[in-house]
C-alpha cells in the first residue's frame, strides 16, 4: 500500500481481555516501530524491529505486552489481560533501512479503550 | 518514560500571524525533528535536522537544530487555518533507533 496501514481503527475491550493490534508497514521497509500515545500525551517507544529481529523492546511496560514480525513485514502487537491504563493510541511506523538518517512514516493508529 | 520539555503547550492565534516553539533536552541529540499530528491520524514529518546549528526551511516552516544539541525551535510563518494541529518536537541520540518525543503543542489559527 501507499502508507502504513493499521488495524483495526479503534478497539473496545473490557478489562482483562485479550487483543491484538496489526501494522502492515510500507512495502519494502526494514525497520518497524512500534508507539504508545497516551490522551494529551506525545508518543512514547515500545520496540523495534529490523526484519523479523527484535532489537529493542525496552518500552514494552509490562510482561503482559508483546510485540511480533514473524516475516519481517506485517506486525503485530499483543496486549494480554488487558487493564484500564493500557487505553491509549498505539501507533505502527516504519522506515525503509533504519539507518540514523532514515525517515520515520506513521500509520493513523488504533485507537484501544479499555472498560 | 524520557520526554523533551516542549513549549508553549497550547498557542492560540490570528491568522497571518507568525509562530515559535521550541524543545529543550537534558540529553544531547543527533537528530532533532519536529511533526504536525491532526486528530484521528499519525505525526507526519515536518523537517528532520541532522547537525548542530543547521537551519532548514519547508516552505512557510524553519527549523533549528541548538548548537548544544539540547535544542531545536520550529518557526511557521504567517499562519493559515490549515496549520492548526498538535505540533511535536522529537530526538535520536546517538547510537539509538528510538525517538523520544515533546508532549506537543497545540496550535489553533482563528480566521
Known amino acids: 500500500g501507499a502508507g502504513v496501514s493499521q488495524s483495526p481503527r479503534y478497539k473496545v475491550a473490557k478489562r482483562g481481555q485479550d487483543v491484538a493490534l496489526r501494522c502492515d508497514p510500507i512495502?519494502?521497509?526494514?525497520?518497524l516501530f512500534w508507539y504508545q500515545q497516551a490522551l494529551g500525551q506525545g508518543p512514547e517507544f515500545l520496540t523495534y524491529?529490523?526484519?523479523?529481529?527484535?532489537?529493542?523492546k525496552s518500552g514494552l511496560p509490562s510482561d503482559r505486552f508483546f510485540a511480533e514480525r514473524p516475516e519481517g513485514s506485517v506486525s503485530t502487537l499483543k496486549i494480554q489481560r488487558t487493564q484500564q491504563e493500557d487505553s491509549a493510541v498505539y501507533l505502527c511506523?516504519?522506515?525503509?533501512?533504519?539507518?540514523?538518517?532514515?525517515?520515520?512514516?506513521f500509520g493513523s493508529g488504533t485507537q484501544l479503550s479499555v472498560l | 518514560g524520557q520526554q523533551l520539555n516542549q513549549s508553549p503547550q497550547s498557542m492560540f492565534i490570528q491568522e497571518g500571524e507568525d509562530v515559535s516553539m521550541n524543545c529543550t533536552s537534558s540529553?544531547?541529540?543527533?537528530?532533532w525533528l519536529w511533526y504536525k499530528q491532526e486528530p484521528g491520524e499519525g505525526p507526519v514529518l515536518l523537517i528532520a535536522?541532522?547537525?548542530?546549528?543547521e537551519l532548514t526551511s519547508n516552505g512557510r516552516l524553519t527549523a533549528q537544530f541548538g548548537i548544544t544539541r539540547k535544542d531545536s525551535f520550529l518557526n511557521i510563518s504567517a499562519s493559515i487555518p490549515s496549520d492548526v494541529g498538535i505540533y511535536f518536537c522529537?530526538?535520536?541520540?546517538?547510537?539509538?533507533?528510538?525517538?523520544?518525543f515533546g508532549k506537543g503543542t497545540k496550535l489553533t489559527v482563528n480566521p
Open positions: 535536522l541532522y547537525k548542530a546549528g
Open positions: 524491529f529490523q526484519n523479523e529481529a527484535q532489537l529493542d
Open positions: 511506523a516504519s522506515s525503509f533501512q533504519g539507518f540514523p538518517n532514515e525517515k520515520l512514516f
Open positions: 540529553s544531547i541529540f543527533n537528530t
Open positions: 512495502s519494502g521497509h526494514v525497520s
Open positions: 522529537a530526538g535520536r541520540e546517538g547510537g539509538s533507533e528510538k525517538l523520544v
